[in-house]
């Protein structure tokens, strides 16, 4: 058995520009569910609003690690839909990340802004460089086994 390394991060970058940074609040959509002997979907997704602990990934395996708002950890999987390796009918669907407090027309009109406005070259070089998950900073990393997350 070979072993592969845990990564962790304190930032995970959802959608094109957003990225959730430890501590703050999001909610989720979509999520895991269970295919029925007649072919219907029940959903065993989380819901409600939770605050950001951290992203880890180990190969392609990558989930978020939080904390739900009313009490209690969760584990919510953002990696690609699979079956779950155990439990054939059980799938495991990525959950869609969203900050709390941002709504679908302030992402369109955030959107909109961007494109309209050229940038200025002299503020240019007092901007960051966004932060993404692979960056080392941030990174932490520790020697874990073959062995499969149950979903």
Not at 7 to 12: A, L, M, V
Not at 37 to 54: H, I, N, P, W, Y
Not at 81 to 93: A, I
Request: positive net charge; glycine residues 8%.
């Amino acid at each position: 058995m070979s072993a592969r390394k845990l990564q962790t991060f304190d930032e995970y970058p959802y959608g094109k520009r957003g990225v959730l940074k430890r501590g703050e609040k999001f909610r989720v959509s979509r999520g895991p569910y269970y295919v029925n002997e007649d072919g219907s979907k029940s959903l065993m997704a989380e819901r409600g609003t939770f605050v950001f602990k951290r992203y880890c990934t180990i190969g392609s395996q990558k989930w978020i690690e939080a904390k739900h708002q009313d009490g209690g950890d969760v584990v919510l999987w953002v990696g690609k839909e699979m079956k779950n390796p155990l439990l054939q009918s059980f799938r495991r669907r990525p959950y869609t990340v969203r900050k709390v407090g941002e709504t679908t027309r302030e992402r369109k009109k955030a959107a909109s802004k961007g494109q309209k406005k050229a940038p200025n070259p002299a503020s240019a070089s007092k901007r960051k460089a966004p932060a993404s998950a692979a960056s080392v900073d941030s990174a932490h990393t520790m020697e874990v086994s073959d062995t499969p997350l149950l979903g």
